[in-house]
């Protein structure tokens, strides 16, 4: 749901990035035949040897350190607050759920299988009752077995947002829409699990009894924040500076910003975990301050992989390209970059005047000012990204934004202004994010097409870390001017509804923390994600999905920029490496392997 899911560092002004592009461009088709177009001369895979398959795959050993480098430590470790992406990936090392994604690369990544549970969800009543049985054999870091009573405590914690904020809260919204239980720290009952949507017959049988059926629930239960937490271990707002461990490590040492360590849980079982295969003996995590730092570590071979997986910053991926691209991955990261126009502001209540922006826009220059095609993306056409089931990619493009008016189309964007009403054009303030320079070079970008066709745009940079509170108050939005809104949004999980509910379903249009910042009131689109959480075929959801997408882009309250790609980097040490859909394109951590034992 949240933009910080992966959030962000990347930096350039836009004059610097429309060099960085050009270089990028020119270094992508180069490299010499014998390196699989690499650049590497030192055993590296090859240039997107593990973009959606997997890369030395077969060398991987037992044993060694695993050497993550990061520009910004997790927004918590807790599995209950933890929101940024690589957080999710990273959990799963010492956090266990009834269900995960699949460790392979891609597209079969995203899809479910069976982790403490036995099997995927027994589902009856219409869709409105899942049960599980727990495998034999898990257990805690201490040895003791995890029971289904565990998982539901962990399940419960969801609900105590007073004092575990930040994470997901898809758990509350499926299981108690109306927000009766209170949560396991405010929990009258004798043993602190009193939700009534989960019943746990026995220590290895849980039963979820949801009161409207939502197919995609099991999704929801493959998210971090349904990993179990053993009520004596809860440790509660501190959680995160320890987590007890259900997975095939343990913390051993963690100094928040600075450095984390994890080393083997030796109650951890391979016969009890069909998932994970657990090769290093030690996982380190070093934070840096500096991007451009943490870039030359990488570069230099003291470090393995970025945990953050947001690309590297232009002056690393710029040295990288030219000298280790057999290192380099070019993956779709699963976000849209976009601009989006609030209807409370005048005149973007009108759909022609939103149209003309949309065609006067020159859609290579902004994306140019993200980073160029290699490492900003693919052009947007539309508003589904392509990791989700519905989605069209480019096929899809009702404004022809990646063909005939690419370049903006000036002759049809004064007819959609005259056709609004305002033939001689208009004023109005773009919104961006005072901490991230590649959105102000977008504003920039499309504050100059703009100007073209008659629309005199400012630009208003706020501050980033007040996000919620600035663009996400319709009142403030209103009252700033804010008709255009840059912004990027990424799956909480791989369907329209992880994707799209927030920002097109009117029951998501709030008064702070809002996502729906076009303001979409759609019988249509309400409707068609009513019809969405009922259905329950695979085939019927993704119709739905793709019939959702269209209509938002009929109303063309979007301007899409990118789909968005990063350059990351691997080690030549890394084995057993690829990158999955389930995580945005990331490189799946919970897998990866050493070539040798350093």
Not at 219 to 247: N, W
Not at 249 to 262: D, I, Q, R, W
């Amino acid at each position: 749901m949240t933009t910080q899911r992966t959030s962000g560092r990347r930096k350039q002004a836009f004059a610097a990035a429309a060099a960085v592009a050009a270089l990028l461009t020119t270094a992508a088709c180069g490299g010499s035949s014998d390196d699989n177009g690499g650049g590497s001369k030192n055993g590296a895979a090859g240039f997107d040897a593990a973009n959606n398959k997997v890369a030395q795959a077969s060398l991987a050993k037992k044993g060694g350190t695993l050497r993550f480098g990061g520009a910004q430590d997790a927004d918590s470790w807790d599995t209950t607050r933890g929101y940024y992406g690589f957080m999710w990936n990273f959990a799963r090392y010492y956090s266990r759920q009834l269900v995960t994604g699949k460790t392979e690369p891609g597209k079969a990544g995203a899809e479910l299988t069976p982790d403490l549970a036995t099997g995927l969800a027994k589902v009856s009543d219409g869709g409105k009752t899942y049960t599980y049985t727990l495998r034999d054999g898990v257990t805690w870091e201490d040895g003791k077995p995890i029971t289904s009573k565990d998982v539901k405590y962990g399940i419960e914690r969801v609900w105590a947002q007073d004092v575990l904020s930040g994470g997901p809260t898809y758990l509350k919204d499926f299981l108690d829409p109306k927000g009766e239980y209170k949560g396991p720290y405010k929990d009258t009952s004798k043993d602190h699990l009193g939700l009534k949507s989960i019943t746990t017959p026995d220590d290895k049988t849980i039963v979820f009894h949801l009161p409207e059926a939502n197919s995609d629930f099991q999704e929801v239960l493959g998210l971090v924040s349904a990993s179990p937490v053993r009520q004596d271990m809860d440790t509660k707002s501190k959680y995160g500076l320890k987590p007890f461990s259900s997975g095939p490590y343990k913390f051993e040492s963690y100094s928040p910003g600075k450095s984390l360590t994890l080393v083997r849980n030796t109650e951890w079982k391979q016969a009890s975990d069909p998932v994970r295969k657990a090769y290093p003996d030690k996982i380190t995590v070093q934070f840096f301050s500096d991007a451009n730092q943490l870039d030359q570590r990488l570069l230099n071979g003291d470090l393995d992989l970025d945990i953050n997986q947001t690309g590297m910053s232009p002056q690393g991926r710029t040295t990288a390209l030219k000298e280790h691209k057999g290192n380099l991955d070019n993956p779709v990261s699963g976000y849209i970059r976009y601009a989006v126009f609030p209807q409370s502001v005048k005149p973007f209540d009108n759909i022609e005047c939103r149209k003309a922006v949309i065609l006067g826009a020159d859609h290579v220059s902004l994306q140019t000012a993200r980073g160029g095609p290699i490492a900003g993306g693919d052009i947007g056409t539309n508003m589904l990204p392509p990791s989700v089931p519905g989605s069209e990619g480019q096929k899809y493009d009702p404004y022809s934004i990646a063909g005939a008016n690419k370049g903006g189309n000036a002759a049809k964007a004064k007819e959609a202004l005259k056709a609004c009403g305002k033939p001689n054009g208009f004023s109005t303030t773009i919104a961006v994010r005072n901490n991230k320079p590649v959105e102000v070079a977008t504003a920039q970008s499309l504050q100059a097409s703009l100007k073209k066709i008659g629309i005199n745009a400012q630009i208003d940079q706020y501050d980033g870390s007040q996000t919620a509170g600035i663009i996400g108050s319709p009142s403030n939005v209103k009252k700033k001017n804010y008709g255009i809104i840059i912004m990027g949004w990424g799956p909480d999980f791989p369907t329209v509804q992880g994707f799209g509910l927030p920002l097109w379903d009117s029951k998501y249009i709030l008064q702070s923390g809002n996502n729906n910042y076009a303001l979409i009131k759609d019988k249509t689109i309400d409707g068609l994600f009513s019809q969405y959480v009922t259905t329950l075929d695979d085939a019927g959801k993704t119709k739905i999905s793709t019939e959702i997408n269209h209509k938002v882009m009929e109303g063309a309250y979007y301007l899409p920029f990118t789909f968005e790609k990063f350059i990351n980097w691997r080690s030549d040490n890394l084995a057993n490496v690829y990158t999955s859909d389930n995580y945005s394109g990331m490189y799946d951590f919970v897998n990866l392997g050493l070539k040798s034992a350093k």
